[in-house]
């Protein structure tokens, strides 16, 4: 195991970290923090191979990264806002009691 | 070089872990911020510096404000009720499921020939990412400003709540 | 640090032969060791003394506007008056609510207190004297800035009181809001001096106009209103008056540092006069050119002499707006903040774009230039400050 593979073995790590939360958890806002941990894990794997494989353009992996820590931010705040919006319907933010839809 | 990477590994994870299983939710995030903070370690030590500075900046200054907020204004009780059982058993697939994930992507990774090339720090400085953004990225980058506006306007479109303004609120 | 011409003055040299003085029999990698502590002793010494006397300062100075002496009993002239604070503060009891979170009431003060601590690390204090060399040091600066954040919310919250929670969330929102005009009004320097980094910042602000008028930032219309926002998003960043809601005794005790007593509490108020220090450096760099002589006669006197003269000024200006404002409601805070402060940075980086993509315009054309320049920095101001004001029934005085 090389240090890139070592580097790509953490971030799949904690990708599976953040998938099991994400799907594990009940309160909506730790479902929305698990995304937020899988996005990481993608950047880590950007990073990692920006910095250790012979890249065409050397800005391209840390340009990658700017974009989606910014658009996860975005969706962090929307999903946030959703989060107290549905709060202030029902009183619950567990997912299990969101079954208004439900056919 | 990878003793250092596997102390960030760990404490990374090692919180990311915490946060994700842990009853009290105020402290899984401010775990989940540790977390963040191994993440823009790992930056520093990879030699992106704005990336990380960026990281610090983004998440444990903005995200987790949110998420604290968030978790503020929704609160019920203290701690999360004990699991049912079939919410124990949810559980239990989804760990499995996410272990399923890890083991495919670590056989990836094991498998493919991937070679390390150990070259000098790539000196990307912040006047380069800046030219490659307004230049070759420009495009994206407005795309990126708009959609920024939209979720701001969208955040404070969604959390607010006018049937509940009261008349003697209004200046 | 880099090594120093063997041309200049000996004062400008002195702390660096010091340091090599110290350290010259080291092996390589323990010299760096070495050197970077001594950075960091120095720091801590120099701004941990700065705070001490700062406070004494700030009473006296309060004192003598509102028309009384200040502390002059403990030494001369009250000038032992921090040590007895300090002493007061070490020997107080430190008392602990028995259903609060232990763990995270003890790191609070331990978490702020580094936090401000690393924004002293990329501020240009002389010529030769950065801690640390970074290129993107003006993200730096902002990013351990903001982390200062989380650190508040953890004091709130570890104490169990929901005062102090809600306290927390107040000062939280405060300083959120306010984020964001102190990273707009730092973004047009940016663009003018092409580079985060705050020693080319600082480089980019040298030479004379006529051999007599300095290049600083703040000498350009931009470069006024960016300070002026910069300042007052500064006095609020660090929770100073007019801004010092959190702090207030009348508004919830002392916010959300209502169970923190002794030393802990100490921590806190040192952490937030380095903030208030760290920002006041960042000003000076960004806007009052760092470590240079406002004229060229003045050269002599060595870089950190001036550097230490301008946050000096800028830290009376602090203590002196504290002395003359009345606090501000929650709600005009946030209104200020987001309806005035935001738009204004805003047409304010659209000024100075303005003025860095017309320097080659000279003659009655520079007459142009700054009138374009003034009108973009004035107008809004004058526009948002009316259509804020308005609504505010007529000012009646009642004299006691």
Same mark, same amino acid.
């Given at each position: 195991m090389n240090t890139l593979q070592l580097c790509l073995a953490f971030s799949s790590v904690l990708f599976a970290v953040g998938l099991a939360g994400a799907l594990a958890r009940s309160n909506a806002i730790l479902v929305l923090l698990g995304l937020e941990l899988m996005l990481n894990a993608a950047n880590l794997n950007f990073i990692a191979f920006w910095r250790f494989s012979p890249a065409p353009s050397a800005a391209t992996g840390v340009i990658f990264v700017l974009f989606s820590i910014s658009i996860a931010a975005a969706e962090a705040a929307v999903g946030l806002a959703l989060v107290i919006a549905i709060y202030r319907r029902k009183r619950s933010i567990r997912l299990p009691d969101a079954t208004h839809l439900k056919g | 070089m990878n003793a250092a990477l596997a102390i960030i590994a760990l404490v990374t994870v090692g919180s990311a872990a915490a946060a994700m299983l842990g009853r009290n939710l105020l402290r899984s995030i401010l775990m989940l911020a540790v977390s963040w903070a191994g993440a823009a370690a790992f930056y520093l030590w990879a030699g992106a510096q704005f990336v990380a500075f960026a990281q610090v900046l983004v998440y444990l200054g903005a995200i987790s404000m949110v998420a604290l907020f968030a978790v503020l204004l929704t609160r019920q009780s203290r701690d999360e009720p004990a699991a049912a059982p079939a919410a124990r058993r949810r559980g239990v697939l989804a760990v499995a499921a996410a272990a399923a994930v890890a083991a495919v992507l670590l056989w990836a990774v094991k498998k493919t020939p991937l070679p390390v090339a150990?070259?000098?720090?790539?000196?990307?400085t912040v006047r380069e990412l800046g030219a490659q953004l307004m230049g070759r990225h420009g495009a994206a980058l407005l795309v990126v400003g708009v959609l920024l506006t939209i979720a701001l306007i969208g955040g404070v479109v969604l959390a607010s709540d006018r049937a509940y303004e009261k008349p003697e609120d209004k200046p | 640090m880099s090594a120093p011409l063997i041309a200049e003055p000996l004062l400008e040299r002195a702390p660096l032969i010091a340091r090599d003085w110290l350290t010259h029999a080291l092996p390589e990698p323990l010299r760096w060791i070495a050197n970077s502590l001594i950075t960091i002793v120095v720091l801590l010494t120099v701004f941990g003394l700065l705070f001490a006397f700062l406070t004494l300062a700030e009473r006296k100075v309060l004192g003598r506007v509102q028309n009384r002496p200040g502390?002059?009993?403990?030494g001369w002239a009250g000038l032992l008056q921090p040590f007895a604070d300090g002493i007061k503060m070490l020997t107080k009891e430190d008392i602990v609510p028995r259903t609060a979170d232990r763990v995270l009431h003890f790191l609070a003060p331990v978490a702020i207190l580094g936090f401000s601590f690393l924004?002293? *690390? $990329?501020?240009?204090?002389?010529?030769?004297? $950065?801690?640390v060399e970074l290129d993107a040091g003006i993200l730096y600066f902002f990013a351990a800035g903001s982390a200062t954040e989380l650190s508040i919310f953890m004091a709130g919250w570890s104490s169990h009181n929901k005062y102090a929670l809600v306290a927390a969330m107040r000062a939280l929102a405060q300083l959120i809001s306010y984020e964001l005009p102190l990273l707009l009004s730092a973004v047009p320097v940016v663009l003018a001096a092409g580079t985060l980094s705050a020693s080319g910042i600082v480089e980019a602000q040298a030479g004379y106009k006529w051999g007599l $008028?300095?290049? /600083?930032? $703040?000498?350009?219309p931009w470069g006024a209103a960016s300070f002026a926002v910069f300042f007052i998003s500064a006095l609020s960043e660090s929770n100073?008056?007019?801004?010092?809601l959190p702090e207030? +005794?009348?508004?919830?005790? *002392?916010?959300?540092?209502? +169970?923190y007593s002794g030393f802990k509490y100490a921590l806190f108020f040192m952490a937030e006069y380095f903030g208030m220090c760290a920002l006041c450096g960042m000003a000076v760099t960004l806007f009052?050119?760092? /470590?240079?002589?406002?004229?060229? *006669?003045?050269?002599?006197?060595?870089s950190y002499a001036w550097f230490s003269a301008k946050l000096l000024a800028l830290l009376l200006v602090f203590i002196w707006v504290r002395a003359t404002l009345p606090r501000l409601r929650m709600d005009q805070l946030t209104r200020f903040a987001w309806k005035f402060l935001v738009p204004l940075a805003l047409v304010n980086l659209g000024a100075s774009a303005f003025w860095s993509l017309t320097f080659a315009w000279t003659g009655p054309m520079q007459a142009v230039r700054w009138a374009v320049s003034l009108a973009l920095a004035v107008g809004p101001f004058l526009l948002l400050g009316l259509r804020l004001g308005s609504g505010i029934g007529k000012r009646t005085y009642r004299c006691a």
């Amino acid at each position: 195991m090389n240090t890139l593979q070592l580097c790509l073995a953490f971030s799949s790590v904690l990708f599976a970290v953040g998938l099991a939360g994400a799907l594990a958890r009940s309160n909506a806002i730790l479902v929305l923090l698990g995304l937020e941990l899988m996005l990481n894990a993608a950047n880590l794997n950007f990073i990692a191979f920006w910095r250790f494989s012979p890249a065409p353009s050397a800005a391209t992996g840390v340009i990658f990264v700017l974009f989606s820590i910014s658009i996860a931010a975005a969706e962090a705040a929307v999903g946030l806002a959703l989060v107290i919006a549905i709060y202030r319907r029902k009183r619950s933010i567990r997912l299990p009691d969101a079954t208004h839809l439900k056919g | 070089m990878n003793a250092a990477l596997a102390i960030i590994a760990l404490v990374t994870v090692g919180s990311a872990a915490a946060a994700m299983l842990g009853r009290n939710l105020l402290r899984s995030i401010l775990m989940l911020a540790v977390s963040w903070a191994g993440a823009a370690a790992f930056y520093l030590w990879a030699g992106a510096q704005f990336v990380a500075f960026a990281q610090v900046l983004v998440y444990l200054g903005a995200i987790s404000m949110v998420a604290l907020f968030a978790v503020l204004l929704t609160r019920q009780s203290r701690d999360e009720p004990a699991a049912a059982p079939a919410a124990r058993r949810r559980g239990v697939l989804a760990v499995a499921a996410a272990a399923a994930v890890a083991a495919v992507l670590l056989w990836a990774v094991k498998k493919t020939p991937l070679p390390v090339a150990w070259r000098p720090v790539p000196s990307t400085t912040v006047r380069e990412l800046g030219a490659q953004l307004m230049g070759r990225h420009g495009a994206a980058l407005l795309v990126v400003g708009v959609l920024l506006t939209i979720a701001l306007i969208g955040g404070v479109v969604l959390a607010s709540d006018r049937a509940y303004e009261k008349p003697e609120d209004k200046p | 640090m880099s090594a120093p011409l063997i041309a200049e003055p000996l004062l400008e040299r002195a702390p660096l032969i010091a340091r090599d003085w110290l350290t010259h029999a080291l092996p390589e990698p323990l010299r760096w060791i070495a050197n970077s502590l001594i950075t960091i002793v120095v720091l801590l010494t120099v701004f941990g003394l700065l705070f001490a006397f700062l406070t004494l300062a700030e009473r006296k100075v309060l004192g003598r506007v509102q028309n009384r002496p200040g502390p002059n009993r403990t030494g001369w002239a009250g000038l032992l008056q921090p040590f007895a604070d300090g002493i007061k503060m070490l020997t107080k009891e430190d008392i602990v609510p028995r259903t609060a979170d232990r763990v995270l009431h003890f790191l609070a003060p331990v978490a702020i207190l580094g936090f401000s601590f690393l924004t002293f *690390a $990329v501020i240009p204090y002389g010529r030769h004297l $950065v801690p640390v060399e970074l290129d993107a040091g003006i993200l730096y600066f902002f990013a351990a800035g903001s982390a200062t954040e989380l650190s508040i919310f953890m004091a709130g919250w570890s104490s169990h009181n929901k005062y102090a929670l809600v306290a927390a969330m107040r000062a939280l929102a405060q300083l959120i809001s306010y984020e964001l005009p102190l990273l707009l009004s730092a973004v047009p320097v940016v663009l003018a001096a092409g580079t985060l980094s705050a020693s080319g910042i600082v480089e980019a602000q040298a030479g004379y106009k006529w051999g007599l $008028v300095p290049h /600083w930032h $703040v000498l350009t219309p931009w470069g006024a209103a960016s300070f002026a926002v910069f300042f007052i998003s500064a006095l609020s960043e660090s929770n100073r008056s007019p801004f010092d809601l959190p702090e207030a +005794e009348s508004e919830l005790i *002392a916010g959300h540092l209502t +169970e923190y007593s002794g030393f802990k509490y100490a921590l806190f108020f040192m952490a937030e006069y380095f903030g208030m220090c760290a920002l006041c450096g960042m000003a000076v760099t960004l806007f009052l050119g760092g /470590w240079q002589a406002p004229l060229p *006669a003045l050269e002599f006197i060595p870089s950190y002499a001036w550097f230490s003269a301008k946050l000096l000024a800028l830290l009376l200006v602090f203590i002196w707006v504290r002395a003359t404002l009345p606090r501000l409601r929650m709600d005009q805070l946030t209104r200020f903040a987001w309806k005035f402060l935001v738009p204004l940075a805003l047409v304010n980086l659209g000024a100075s774009a303005f003025w860095s993509l017309t320097f080659a315009w000279t003659g009655p054309m520079q007459a142009v230039r700054w009138a374009v320049s003034l009108a973009l920095a004035v107008g809004p101001f004058l526009l948002l400050g009316l259509r804020l004001g308005s609504g505010i029934g007529k000012r009646t005085y009642r004299c006691a």
